[in-house]
Structures are given as C-alpha cells and as structure tokens.
C-alpha cells in the first residue's frame, strides 16, 4: 500500500494533456463534500466542481495558448486561481477532468471511475512511476 502526501504530486493524463494533481487535506475534501451533489455521474453543484479543481490540480502539460506558447496555471497559496479554474473548465476534456479531481475526495485512486455508473473512465490514465527493474 502506498501512502502520499499532500505535497506528492499524481500525474493523470486526458488524451494528449498531462495534469499534476495533489492529494486533499481533511479540510479540502470537507469543503468539496458540503458542496457535492452527484447528477448523471458528475458533481453538478459548481462550488464543489469549482473546489475539486482548485484544490487538486497544481500544474499541466500539452496545453498551448492562441499564440503557441505553453498554458501555465497560476496558483495562489498552492491553489489554483479563479481565472484558471474558468480557463479550464473550457477545454473540452473538462467533464474528465472534473470526474478525476473530484475522485480525490476519496484518496488517491488507482482508476477514475464515473460515480453513477460504476465504469472506468475512457481516455484517463492515471501515471505511475515505472518501477525499479533488476538487472
């Protein structure tokens, strides 16, 4: 069993795009759960959705602005901005996106699942350290 901290960063990948997500504290996932209401499979209550990304996403991979240069998100304290939230909640792989930060509200996950239904989550993978291999 693998434990991680807060400051451990879990790499999940939608497609072509590489989030770096982070473990909740207590409060965090509190916050996130007085909010939460599930509707079809996703938490249609926009503070909780706001929340989950805000709190787990700390930095990405593969998202290019108009002009070509790289997509950084801004954090404040260690969380991400309002603006940021808004500029992701805008990619088309968002509802993914969602499913997975909101999964962690339950501990890191081997897999994301769609709540409602029970079933992994196409397109979304979550990364893992290769392990060490003997020679």
């Known amino acids: 069993m693998i434990i991680y ?17 982070s473990p909740l504290t207590w409060d965090q996932k509190q916050d996130i759960l007085n909010d939460a209401k599930l509707s079809e499979g996703k938490p249609s209550n926009r503070n909780s959705t706001y929340k989950s990304l ?5 930095s990405v991979e593969g998202i290019s602005l108009a002009d070509g240069t790289a997509y950084q998100v801004d954090l404040d304290n260690g969380i991400l901005s309002d603006a940021c939230v808004e500029d992701i909640l805008n990619l088309e792989l968002s509802p993914k996106l969602i499913l997975a ?5 339950q501990g890191v996950p081997n897999n994301i ?23």
């Open 54 to 58: 805000k709190y787990a996403i700390k």
């Open 101 to 105: 930060c909101y999964s962690m509200v």
């Open 5 to 21: 901290k807060t400051t451990d960063r879990i790499k999940v990948k939608i497609g072509e795009v590489t989030f770096h997500l």
């Open 113 to 135: 699942y769609n709540p409602m239904t029970g079933e992994k989550i196409e397109g979304v993978e979550i990364v893992r350290k290769d392990s060490k291999k003997k020679s």
